[in-house]
């Protein structure tokens, strides 16, 4: 059959296995639909097997109604369903009355002894629509769950998210992506979790709504990896100061609302903080001056700054550069080099940009441009070897 392929298709090289599982496990990590899983299985037979092992660690229950549930409940309840549940590792609702989640959970008590991940997205946590003993079920069909993730989700109460938290003993990770909170006021005592419950990672995305939660539980005591996105200057703060001493990384990425302010963020209470990663305008870094020229961070040892843009050609990069404020510059230089945080050891800049065709690639500013770009602004962090 060779002699009919063009040549170009004859000497194409593979892709080495790591790589290519890689990527699919990207893909699926993304939240590709086993639609588009089994797409991708039809490049060839180890790709096939691949994509359906990804495809069957997912259970997605979108749109589904009572009858569609019950439907999956007993194909899954079958001897080859059986063997897939002990792979299944997400369960995925989205975009459905809440008590089809339900009936999905009271019919999976000890069903799912591996799934890992847990993740509600567009839907209505109503009371009446569930059974009484919910959060019971949840706890019996999700007891393994290490990871939370809630997208555009409403919840009647704190009281209600805090019980749906609780359900979950052995949860370390939780996000909350634009999650509404209908009755804010949270009374003292009435929003409780479990002392051996180990909230380790918050990831929280216009959700300014759960911050009373986050304050009020004592889960935030023990927070160590935080997240901000479209950081909100009144409410965000209160979770800073709350988690305090426990954090250990920040991620900050600000919303346009903060543009031209510079005291937005007050790192005062994150005295054990060891690595920082903000998203941001490079013409505008005087709220990050501000913050690590006003503090001292002992443990501070990793600072990241990514900047996206839709245009990466090196002149336009170098005519950024050229209207940067270097005021701003000069203090961060100037207090990474200084003794308030002594333990500092590498600061990184990432330029992500999105190429339209293969055309265009080869305009992208190379690494070095980038690099002697950053290190004009920043000369004594690059003589010392710590700026990359």
Same mark, same amino acid.
């Given at each position: 059959?060779?002699?009919?392929?063009?040549?170009?298709?004859?000497?194409?090289?593979?892709?080495?296995?790591?790589?290519?599982?890689?990527?699919?496990?990207?893909?699926?990590?993304?939240?590709?639909?086993?639609?588009?899983? +089994?797409?991708?299985?039809?490049?060839?037979?180890?790709?096939?097997?691949?994509?359906? !092992?990804?495809?069957?660690?997912?259970?997605?229950?979108?749109?589904?109604?009572? *009858?569609?549930?019950?439907?999956?409940?007993?194909?899954?309840?079958?001897?080859?369903?059986?063997?897939?549940?002990?792979?299944?590792?997400?369960?995925?609702?989205? @975009?459905?009355? %809440?008590?089809? !989640?339900?009936?999905?959970?009271?019919?999976?008590?000890?069903?799912?002894?591996?799934?890992?991940?847990?993740?509600?997205?567009?839907?209505?946590?109503?009371?009446?629509?569930?059974? $009484?003993?919910?959060?019971?079920?949840?706890?019996?069909?999700?007891?393994?769950?290490?990871?939370?993730?809630?997208?555009?989700? *409403?919840?009647?109460?704190?009281?209600?998210?805090?019980?749906?938290?609780?359900?979950?003993?052995?949860?370390?990770?939780?996000?909350?992506?634009?999650?509404?909170?209908?009755?804010?006021?949270?009374?003292?005592?009435?929003? +409780?979790?479990?002392?051996?419950?180990?909230?380790?990672?918050?990831?929280? !995305?216009?959700?300014?709504?759960?911050?009373?939660?986050?304050?009020?539980?004592?889960?935030?005591?023990?927070?160590?990896?935080? *997240?901000?996105?479209?950081?909100?200057?009144?409410?965000?703060?209160?979770?800073?100061?709350?988690?305090?001493?426990?954090?250990?990384?920040?991620?900050?990425?600000?919303?346009?609302?903060?543009?031209? $302010?510079?005291?937005?963020?007050?790192?005062?209470?994150?005295?054990?903080?060891?690595?920082? $990663?903000?998203?941001?305008?490079?013409?505008?870094?005087?709220?990050?001056?501000?913050?690590?020229?006003?503090?001292?961070?002992?443990?501070?040892?990793?600072?990241?700054?990514?900047?996206? $843009?839709?245009?990466?050609?090196?002149?336009?990069?170098?005519?950024?550069?050229?209207?940067?404020?270097?005021?701003?510059?000069?203090? %961060?230089?100037?207090?990474?080099?200084?003794?308030?945080?002594?333990?500092? +050891?590498?600061?990184?800049?990432?330029?992500?940009?999105?190429?339209?065709?293969?055309?265009?690639?080869?305009?992208?500013?190379?690494?070095?441009?980038?690099?002697?770009?950053?290190?004009?602004?920043?000369? *004594?962090?690059?003589? @010392?070897?710590?700026?990359?």
């Amino acid at each position: 059959m060779s002699q009919y392929l063009t040549p170009h298709l004859r000497h194409t090289t593979q892709l080495p296995v790591e790589l290519w599982e890689k990527i699919i496990d990207v893909l699926a990590d993304e939240g590709y639909s086993a639609v588009r899983l +089994q797409e991708l299985g039809l490049v060839c037979r180890a790709w096939h097997a691949r994509c359906r !092992f990804r495809a069957n660690q997912v259970i997605r229950l979108h749109k589904m109604n009572k *009858t569609l549930v019950y439907r999956l409940i007993g194909t899954l309840n079958e001897d080859h369903g059986r063997r897939r549940l002990s792979v299944v590792r997400t369960v995925d609702f989205s @975009s459905g009355k %809440i008590d089809t !989640f339900g009936s999905f959970v009271v019919r999976m008590a000890r069903a799912l002894p591996r799934v890992e991940t847990l993740r509600l997205q567009q839907c209505k946590w109503v009371p009446g629509q569930l059974h $009484s003993q919910v959060f019971m079920h949840i706890n019996a069909a999700f007891e393994s769950v290490t990871t939370l993730d809630l997208y555009v989700v *409403t919840f009647p109460s704190p009281v209600a998210l805090g019980r749906l938290v609780r359900a979950l003993p052995r949860l370390s990770a939780l996000s909350f992506y634009a999650v509404k909170v209908e009755k804010r006021d949270v009374v003292p005592g009435t929003v +409780q979790v479990p002392s051996t419950l180990r909230l380790e990672t918050v990831h929280l !995305f216009d959700s300014c709504d759960v911050v009373d939660f986050l304050v009020t539980a004592t889960i935030s005591a023990c927070i160590k990896h935080l *997240t901000f996105r479209d950081y909100d200057r009144i409410a965000c703060p209160r979770v800073l100061t709350t988690v305090g001493a426990s954090l250990s990384s920040l991620t900050i990425q600000p919303g346009s609302s903060l543009n031209g $302010s510079n005291d937005f963020l007050d790192l005062t209470s994150a005295t054990n903080l060891r690595a920082l $990663s903000v998203t941001a305008n490079l013409r505008d870094l005087r709220w990050l001056a501000s913050a690590l020229s006003h503090v001292t961070l002992s443990k501070l040892a990793y600072i990241e700054v990514v900047s996206t $843009s839709f245009r990466c050609e090196e002149k336009y990069v170098q005519g950024m550069f050229d209207g940067i404020d270097n005021d701003a510059y000069m203090r %961060i230089d100037r207090a990474l080099s200084g003794r308030q945080h002594r333990a500092f +050891q590498r600061m990184e800049f990432h330029l992500r940009c999105r190429v339209e065709s293969r055309s265009n690639v080869v305009n992208v500013v190379s690494e070095c441009a980038w690099h002697a770009c950053i290190s004009s602004k920043l000369p *004594t962090l690059h003589a @010392s070897g710590r700026l990359q």
